[in-house]
């Protein structure tokens, strides 16, 4: 029986979730197109009617890993009622969790991935580059909320994004080299990592809300256009 486009459609998404969880766990070289296929239910033989290459499937099981993360990440970080750190905190000390270094197959793309796709093509790379940039843009716009009360920062939005993103990713991946070997090392760059990062945020949710209280009382001294004060 033919195939409806729905079904092969369903399929195809079938794969691309088992490839991404399988390729995250064992990397990208680890594991072979017939056992992708085997886990997700399918036979060898059909892989081809989906993708040209397995190369292709990479490029896609990352980019859609990507956005799996992005949309967990937009809603802990816009749902705020208010801009605030609440949302930060929560992300930051579920990144560098234990539970997140040793959940490869469940855990961030980019921790998992980054260095299979540094060592990779153009086209593996290709998958990787718009959903970096997408979080990067994800964190830019939480942290704009807070800016444009701190003017006098010296990193701008997008730059604090670029930060905090290589920080979170790296200490995970430097976490993950050494769990095994060394945990009490592994379980120091996650401690250490999120306090530094965290105690960062406290700062400067500090900072910004001292700013936005002077402005407050000055602007209640402020004499009205009939000179009396507002």
């Not at 995250?24 to 009617?49: C, P, Q, S, W």
């Not at 190369?55 to 993360?69: D, F, N, V, Y």
């Not at 939005?157 to 979170?168: I, K």
């Amino acid at each position: 029986m033919k195939l409806t486009k729905e079904k092969a459609a369903e399929n195809r998404q079938s794969i691309i979730e088992t490839a991404g969880r399988l390729f995250r766990e064992h990397g990208f070289d680890g594991i072979g197109v017939a056992d992708l296929m085997k886990a997700a239910g399918f036979t060898h033989g059909g892989f081809y009617n989906h993708f040209s290459s397995k190369t292709a499937l990479a490029a896609e099981a990352a980019s859609s890993g990507l956005k799996h993360s992005q949309s967990k990440l937009s809603d802990v970080l816009m749902n705020e009622e208010k801009p605030g750190s609440s949302g930060l905190v929560k992300h930051v000390e579920h990144y560098l969790s234990h539970e997140h270094r040793d959940d490869r197959a469940g855990g961030c793309t980019m921790a998992s991935l980054a260095s299979d796709a540094a060592r990779g093509n153009e086209e593996i790379q290709a998958g990787f580059a718009p959903g970096i940039e997408e979080e990067l843009n994800i964190f830019a716009t939480y942290f704009a909320k807070g800016d444009a009360k701190d003017q006098g920062s010296a990193f701008s939005a997008r730059e604090r994004a670029v930060q905090l993103v290589s920080e979170l990713v790296g200490a995970v991946i430097l976490a993950r080299a050494v769990a095994h070997a060394n945990p009490s090392l592994s379980d120091q760059i996650l401690q250490v990592s999120r306090r530094h990062i965290l105690g960062k945020a406290a700062t400067r949710t500090r900072s910004a809300r001292r700013n936005l209280a002077g402005l407050s009382r000055w602007q209640s001294r402020r004499p009205n256009r009939r000179g009396r004060r507002a």
